[in-house]
């Protein structure tokens, strides 16, 4: 998986409540390699999912709904500014590749095992991450990044060049959740994916004035 959470959910129904992730990003070819970190939070109840990436100035907010899946939001707060990011379908790829290996280990409390797979962004193009899933948590994708994994994802390692990201599940938190989590927050401006790109640009340089 990238940064951002696409609507290729891992939800069916039997687990509801809050997942926190921590995320590090760490350049081998950089002159003082650092790690750079953030969090991710899914909120899931049924086939309902959210997920909040970001901090104070920079949030990015995804709804999505399996029985539903190309018909989510992408919802972006930049400093204050509120866009509701319309979106293209999802194009079709071919479904990933897994390979379940041996190797296990403990997180969150859960017994996870390891898988290598190769997750195609498009024709021409891949990824190829490792992955650790759980089986004590059901799950299932309504879409292609990993379909028909064996249980439910709680870390995964993907390298970009000469980048390494490994994303990491701290805390599992069952709990209920509002249906209202779900909504769309007042306040977002529909807007293109450029529309947004000018408008922040259009700001920054105000604030430069």
């Known amino acids: 998986m990238v940064a951002f959470i696409s609507p290729e959910t891992f939800t069916d129904g039997s687990f509801e409540g809050v997942i926190t992730y921590s995320t590090s990003s760490v350049n081998s070819l950089a002159a003082q390699p650092s790690k750079q970190q953030s969090t991710t939070k899914f909120y899931i109840k049924g086939s309902k999912m959210k997920t909040i990436i970001g901090g104070s100035s920079f949030i990015t907010t995804t709804i999505t709904d399996c029985s539903d899946p190309e018909n989510y939001a992408v919802l972006m707060d930049v400093n204050g500014s509120k866009y509701n990011v319309k979106h293209d379908k999802t194009p079709k790829v071919k479904d990933p590749v897994i390979n379940y290996t041996n190797e296990t280990k403990t997180i969150a409390g859960y017994t996870c095992h390891k898988a290598e797979v190769t997750v195609f962004i498009d024709s021409t193009r891949s990824i190829n991450e490792e992955v650790y899933y759980t089986t004590d948590i059901t799950s299932n994708f309504c879409g292609h990044e990993y379909k028909g994994l064996k249980g439910f994802p709680l870390e995964w390692v993907a390298k970009f060049a000469a980048t390494t990201r ?44």
């Open 166 to 209: 490994t994303t990491t599940a701290v805390s599992i938190d069952k709990q209920s959740i509002s249906n209202d989590e779900f909504n769309i927050p007042p306040g977002y401006k529909v807007v293109t994916q450029e529309e947004m790109s000018q408008d922040i640009q259009k700001n920054m340089g105000g604030k430069g004035k």
